[in-house]
Nanobody, 124 residues
């Protein structure tokens, strides 16, 4: 069993930076794969980034390449999403999720455990 607790969502202006956190408790074996999805109003859940617990990072979602970075801290058992150069279209609810099978890392249905979500609003 894995529990995910998120923090860090807020209202920011375009061009700002923001870091989201996802604290992982329970099983953190080498097979655990953690990702970030986001969901804008009236849109489907979109893959953002994912990372295996040992640290292998998969390709980022096209809309965030070069601006977002995923990382994890072993000691804190936390996964971070650093978001730079934020745009209004980055607005949405951001979810972290975890699975023990990372083969379909960009598909929401592949993840067994989810965080509670964090609202990120980018607006002037």
């Amino acid at each position: 069993q894995v529990h995910l607790v998120q923090s860090g969502g807020e209202l920011v202006r375009p061009g700002a930076s923001l870091r989201l956190s996802c604290a992982v408790s329970g099983s953190t074996t080498s097979t655990l794969h953690v990702c970030w999805f986001r969901q804008a109003p009236w849109a489907v859940r979109e893959f953002v980034a994912s990372i295996s617990w040992p640290g292998a990072i998969t390709p980022y979602g096209d809309s965030v390449k070069g601006r977002f970075a995923i990382s994890r801290d072993y000691a804190q058992k936390t996964v971070f999403l650093q978001m730079d150069a934020l745009k209004p279209e980055d607005t949405g609810i951001y979810y972290c999720a975890a699975t023990t099978d990372g083969r379909n890392f960009d598909r929401p249905g592949a993840y067994e455990w989810w965080g509670q979500g964090a609202q990120v609003t980018v607006s002037s």
